[in-house]
């Protein structure tokens, strides 16, 4: 209850705002919020607008799930293995200032225009920057937490005992250590993603939200065009507070 009385007073002015501004552009340029607030409803009993809607976030939902269950691990393995990471960083640093939207077109020729491509581009937007800030944590972990790992589990000589060692590690110290670091850039990186998703949605595909978006702007139909965004927005908000709902349930030990 107090969250709610807390963020009424911005999104009431933000309505305001809007309300304003396009009673001064006039409804041909920008709808008010009550149109749209009315095209909404209309759109929210339309079974062609939850199909869409549907298909945005199963893409958007896998496109993240990849971005997390594979980079994170990865990057523990580069933050853990130096002589991995000397091979593997300069690739790593040269493509990732590249917009990954960029892959777009080279996904489609080389998987074709159905559900892959759209869903790798989002878990390489966001993966990409788990991996990264993973990678990095650990490579700049504070010592004192190696000393007293090795202090309660000294070195073995034997294969079985040195694999052990190594698992015990990762599991007490180096996952622990970055994966708030990484949970905060996959949050951060969610709404990009999202964004991403847009761009991949506009052309090349017969479902989800950005084929609505551009199909109303092409028609002008601003009404339908805004609930399309309005669409996009909620799945960004939905994956960003879910991430961040779930670094405060597993990284518990942040608090401590």
């Known amino acids: 209850m107090n969250k709610a009385l807390k963020i009424a007073p911005p999104i009431i002015c933000l309505l305001l705002f809007w309300a304003a501004l396009a009673a001064f552009l006039g409804p041909n340029l920008l709808p008010g919020p009550a149109a749209v607030g009315v095209q909404l409803v209309h759109s929210l009993q339309d079974r062609a607008f939850l199909t869409d809607f549907w298909a945005s976030f199963v893409r958007a939902a896998s496109g993240l799930g990849l971005a997390f269950i594979i980079p994170f691990p990865f990057g523990l393995l580069l933050g853990a293995c130096r002589r991995l990471d000397a091979f593997v960083a300069p690739i790593l640093y040269l493509t990732y200032p590249i917009p990954k939207i960029l892959m777009l077109p080279v996904l489609l020729v080389l998987l074709g225009l159905g559900e892959a491509p759209k869903i790798l581009i989002v878990a390489v937007t966001a993966g990409y920057q788990v991996l990264v800030v993973t990678r990095d944590n650990v490579m700049n972990l504070d010592r004192r937490h190696l ?11 034997s294969a079985g005992g040195r694999i052990k060692r190594r698992l015990l590690l990762v599991r007490h110290v180096l996952a622990p250590s970055a994966l708030p670091a990484a949970a905060t850039a996959f949050r951060l990186s969610s709404g990009t993603a999202v964004a ?58 942040k608090d401590l």
Do not use: H
């Open 196 to 253: 991403v998703l847009f761009m991949a949605e506009s052309f090349a595909t017969r479902q989800g939200l950005g084929q609505a978006i551009m199909d109303a702007w092409g028609l002008l139909d601003l009404p339908r065009m805004f609930v399309g965004i309005i669409g996009l927005g909620l799945l960004g908000a939905f994956f960003y507070f879910l991430s961040n709902w779930a670094e405060k349930r597993v990284c518990r030990w």
């Open 147 to 157: 000393d007293s790992f090795n202090s309660l589990w000294p070195r073995n000589r």
